[in-house]
């Protein structure tokens, strides 16, 4: 009998993963207002429910009631599908850097998220889950050139993150021009 516990007892501490270090908080307290509007989605780390989505992005404004309306718009696996959309709500939880979120699109689930970081123009941020399980790249463009895309993964190797993790979403068909 001690023999099986042992057994139980070593297998659940090779399963155990050891605790990650909490995430960087961006440097300067985020601008909510600045903050709020559309963001494409370049690349992440998709949950279930945005796997396979194309063109996607996320619209965020201000509600009277001091919450945010989380609007996330999406093709499903391919550019030439109908636009949908999920409707959520988020909240600010530390509003001493308006950088630790939680978002609801389903009753009564809550997720966290942070805002990792924001460049000083507000065109380009990175955000993720405290587990690192989920971590998304936007942009005000649905593009963005390879130099400022390499330094956003770097920044997100360098809190923890696994490049390799990442999708690209493709945000226009392939050899289309931009707008």
Known sequence: MRTLWLCCILLLTACASAPKAPLPAPAQPLDVERFLGRWYIIANIPYIGE????????????????????????????????LEQM?????????????????????PLWFSFHVLYVDEDYRHTL?????RDLGWIYAR??????????????????????REQFVMIPQRPAGASAP
């Open 51 to 82: 796997r396979g989505d194309v063109g996607s992005y996320v619209e965020y404004h201000a509600r009277d009631d001091g919450r945010i309306d989380d609007l996330y718009f999406f093709r499903d696996g391919s550019l030439h599908a109908p």
């Open 87 to 107: 409707s959520g709500v988020a909240k600010i939880v530390d509003t001493t850097t308006n950088a630790h979120w939680k978002a609801q699109f389903f009753w």
């Open 127 to 131: 955000v993720g889950t405290p587990d």
């Open 141 to 162: 463009t649905p593009q963005l050139d390879p130099a400022t895309l390499d330094a956003l993964f770097d920044r997100l190797v360098a809190a923890g993150y696994r």
